[in-house]
């Protein structure tokens, strides 16, 4: 019994002991949940403090100088949506006529500029092949730079074999085929004006063949275009069988017999003219339908056009000289043995009315039809005759030897 007695003692100890064990743990998970409990509601605090600065910190940091700092932004700003809009586009693109008439007709109907716009003359050659004469519109343009455009509408056939001189690079448009007295030759002249109307600074408007040379310097043709108040498409009224003989009752009632017009197709004019020939879409389609074959559409759709829509501000002359007297179909041709300083001075020295008033000027700026042989003589005499202002006059002579006397 004893043992039990001593059993239930150790029992009754262990069981004591125990309870206070347990009353220990109690109290240190009891302590240890309080420390945590505590010790989670600190850093939670911390952690807020602490984001808190850090965010603050980053504020501290980005409102920082940095280096280089941001520059104002109007000091080296470049102007974007005017300088975009007037910059010419590429010689080269990829528009159909329809698309690129349709571009062209474009324009302003505020007439004053808001920004200083140096008007150009666009030369638009319309050539079978190369420019064979360019040499010579070489030593004309020299030195202007910014006052004319070039555009060259050459048969598609060609394929530039012949080389290019500086001004005339880069700028044949995309071109079709172009029979002569065919009415594509119309569609080729409106494209060569719609190409060139597509730079906003171009202001006069000549059509040049291969063949055509300049009777003036630079300067004079300039200020003559610019100056002048009118447009140059000749315009007469034939009433013999290659005149009104060309006319179709079909035409009615868009044109009339009346209104009937011939001349030739080397013509001068303005913007506003140019916009209006890139946009008719009531005349040409006549012609293209009834001015086939032997009626010769180049010789009568323009100078029927202006008279009918543009007559007020035509002077129904040429500015391109050219030889009938030969008679026949075509023109004459000048050969190398033509050229003088005789001949050239009588070409400068005709006088005809000048923006339709007193004053005279000279009545022809350019003339035609100079053969490619022609060149080297022109290059010899018509820089003097003419007074190119940049031509270069001297011969290149030999250079002296630089050799080192022994
Ligand atoms: C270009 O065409 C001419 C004749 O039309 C020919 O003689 C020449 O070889 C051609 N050149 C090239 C590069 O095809
Ligand atoms: C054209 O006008 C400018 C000024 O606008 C003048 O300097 C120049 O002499 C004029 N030229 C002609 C041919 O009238
Ligand atoms: C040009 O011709 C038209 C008729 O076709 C005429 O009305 C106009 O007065 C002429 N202009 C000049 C400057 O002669
Ligand atoms: C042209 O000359 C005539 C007389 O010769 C004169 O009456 C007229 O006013 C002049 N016109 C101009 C625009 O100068
Ligand atoms: C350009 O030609 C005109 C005559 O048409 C002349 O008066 C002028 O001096 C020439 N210019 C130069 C720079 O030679």
């Not at 324009?107 to 040499?135: D, Q, S």
Request: glycine share 4%; proline share 7%; hydrophobic share 35%.
């Amino acid at each position: 019994m004893k043992g039990s007695s001593n059993q239930y003692q150790t029992n009754y100890v262990s069981k004591i002991f125990n309870v206070q064990l347990h009353f220990i743990n109690l109290l240190t998970y009891l302590l240890i949940l309080v420390f945590g409990l505590t010790l989670g509601i600190i850093i939670s605090f911390y952690l807020k403090e602490c984001t808190f600065s850090l965010q603050f910190t980053q504020l501290s940091l980005s409102s920082l100088p940095r280096t280089p700092p941001l520059p104002p932004p109007v000091a080296k700003q470049e102007r974007v949506g005017l300088k975009d809009f007037l910059k010419p586009p590429p010689i080269v693109h990829d528009m159909d006529d329809e698309e690129l008439l349709w571009r062209a007709s474009m324009t302003a109907k505020i007439n004053e500029y808001p920004f200083e716009r140096v008007p150009k003359v666009a030369f638009m050659f319309l050539t079978r092949g190369p420019v064979f004469l360019a040499p010579l519109w070489e030593q004309f343009f020299k030195g202007h730079e910014g006052y004319y455009s070039i555009y060259v509408h050459s048969n598609p056939s060609y394929n530039g074999s012949y080389p290019e001189t500086p001004v005339f690079s880069g700028r044949r448009i995309p071109s079709k085929e172009v029979a002569w007295g065919n009415v594509n030759m119309i569609e080729a002249e409106r494209r060569l004006l719609s190409n060139a109307l597509l730079d906003i600074s171009n202001q006069r408007f000549v059509l040049l063949s291969e063949s055509c040379i300049p009777l003036f310097n630079f300067s004079t043709i300039y200020s003559y275009l610019i100056n002048s108040t009118e447009n140059y498409v000749m315009a007469f009224d034939d009433p013999s069988g290659v005149g009104r003989g060309r006319y179709s009752i079909q035409m009615l009632p868009e044109v009339s017999l009346k209104q009937w017009r011939k001349g030739f197709q080397w013509f001068e004019m303005d913007r506003e003219l140019a916009l209006g020939v890139v946009s008719d879409r009531i005349y040409f389609p006549v012609f293209q339908q009834y001015c086939k074959g032997s009626c010769y559409a180049d010789e009568h759709y323009l100078p029927t056009f202006v008279s009918i829509k543009f007559w007020e501000g035509n002077s129904n002359r040429s500015l391109t000289w050219v030889d009938w007297s030969k008679g026949g179909p075509h023109p004459a041709h000048f050969l190398r043995s033509d050229v003088t300083v005789e001949f050239l001075e009588r070409l400068r020295n005709k006088k005809c009315k000048y923006n339709n008033g007193n004053s005279t000027n000279a009545c022809f700026l350019f003339a035609r039809k100079f053969l490619p042989s022609t060149l080297s003589r022109l290059l010899k005499i018509a820089p003097q005759v003419m007074q190119f202002e940049h031509y270069d006059d001297r011969p290149k002579k030999q250079k002296p030897s630089l050799k080192p006397i022994i």
